[in-house]
């Protein structure tokens, strides 16, 4: 069969377009979900940065921006079109992360001040805010900063290898630094713990 010049003209660039809007430097994805006091919601992120506030209610909602970590051979532009948040569950722990390999991703969550929260970083910056159970973040490099939402703790240890490490709002911590290290311990009769270490960087919980 033959097709008219013009038609076939029309075709090419209108495939191009199509194949290129998939090519760009930032996606935006959300997800919105329902938890249950006491789980635990864990994130995994590579590269970048990390805010998460609390309030009232039951519902998790997220926001991440993902865009490249370098550029590339398309310069800044990245193939977004199969990027999205995973995510698993298994009994009460449901786990998050963006499964793109060189990017950047900044997460915003907001989310129930009654879960425990996990974080593991390799190198970006945390902010925390209101949460009052259980808290472990590990990052490789970069800086964590928690406000706590309540004082019901049994436990809290902070460390870093590289960087400082401060406790403000809790009596009779115990203070161990050696060379560029430090490490912040604390004790009492609460039952939610808070763990963190960090590589290289500082650590700033507040109470």
């Known amino acids: 069969m033959n097709y008219p010049l013009r038609a076939i003209a029309l075709a090419i660039p209108l495939s191009f377009a199509a194949h290129a809007s998939a090519w760009t430097d930032q996606v935006t994805l959300e997800d919105s979900f329902v938890v249950s006091a006491n789980d635990t919601l864990i994130l995994d992120v590579g590269v970048g940065q990390v805010d998460v506030k609390t309030h009232d209610g039951d519902t998790v909602s997220v926001t991440v921006e993902v865009e490249p970590a370098s550029d590339g051979f398309f310069g800044d532009h990245f193939d977004f079109s199969d990027t999205e948040i995973s995510k698993t569950t298994d009994g009460s722990r449901i786990s998050l ?19 425990h929260f996990k974080l593991d970083m390799g190198v970006g910056e945390a902010d925390i805010t209101g949460l009052r159970q259980n808290i472990s973040v590990d990052v490789g490099v970069g800086d964590v900063e928690v406000d706590l939402g309540g004082n019901d703790y049994g436990s809290i240890e902070l460390e870093t290898g590289v960087g400082d490490a401060d406790l403000d709002g809790f009596k009779g911590a115990r203070e161990i630094r050696q060379m560029v290290s430090q490490e912040v311990q604390w004790r009492g009769d609460g039952q939610y713990d808070i763990e963190i270490d960090v590589g290289v960087g500082d650590i700033d919980v507040n109470n």
Do not use: G, N
């Open 97 to 115: 992360m963006v499964k793109e390999e060189d990017t950047k991703q900044r997460w915003t969550l907001k989310v129930p001040a009654s879960i």
